[in-house]
């Protein structure tokens, strides 16, 4: 059984906000571990009014994102695996996100300096995601 780490009482935070091709607003949330302030520590994911089950969807994301992180999981697998997922309202314009999971793994990229190859920028030094 895996075991989570404890959050701590405070964490720094950045929100981030997109503005959706449906019309809706998603707001992406990264806390970043303590112990270096770089590393995402858990993500938070609201979209739309309370009550929809497309805010209950995306806070089951954002909640089994911050739970894979908290038992150590690497933040550019969660990237590789949300990125470029596409909803049927999604944008041709490449700056924009596909749908909300290809938002979250943007957020995550641009938190870490990620790339598509899985490279996260660690403090100083690089390391890949790869296993192996």
Same mark, same amino acid.
């Given at each position: ?53 497309? #805010?209950?969807?995306? $806070?089951? !994301? /954002? ?6 992180? %908290?038992? *150590? ?32 793994? #943007?957020?995550?990229? $641009?938190? !870490? /300096? ?6 996260? %920028?660690? *403090? ?9």
């Amino acid at each position: 059984m895996l075991h989570p780490v404890e959050r701590p009482k405070e964490l720094i935070s950045r929100t981030h906000r997109f503005k959706m091709p449906c019309g809706k607003t998603l707001y992406v949330t990264v806390s970043f571990r303590p112990d270096n302030g770089v590393n995402p520590f858990e993500v938070f994911v609201t979209l739309g009014k309370v009550g929809s089950c497309d #805010r209950a969807m995306i $806070e089951a !994301l /954002g909640r089994a994102i911050s739970y894979y992180l %908290r038992v *150590g999981g690497h933040p550019a697998d969660i990237a590789r695996t949300l990125r470029n997922i596409r909803c049927p309202a999604s944008s041709p314009n490449p700056n924009m996100p596909t749908s909300c999971p290809d938002a979250i793994a #943007r957020v995550i990229e $641009e938190e !870490l /300096g990620a790339d598509a190859k899985g490279v996260v %920028r660690n *403090g100083s030094e690089l390391e890949t995601a790869e296993k192996g």
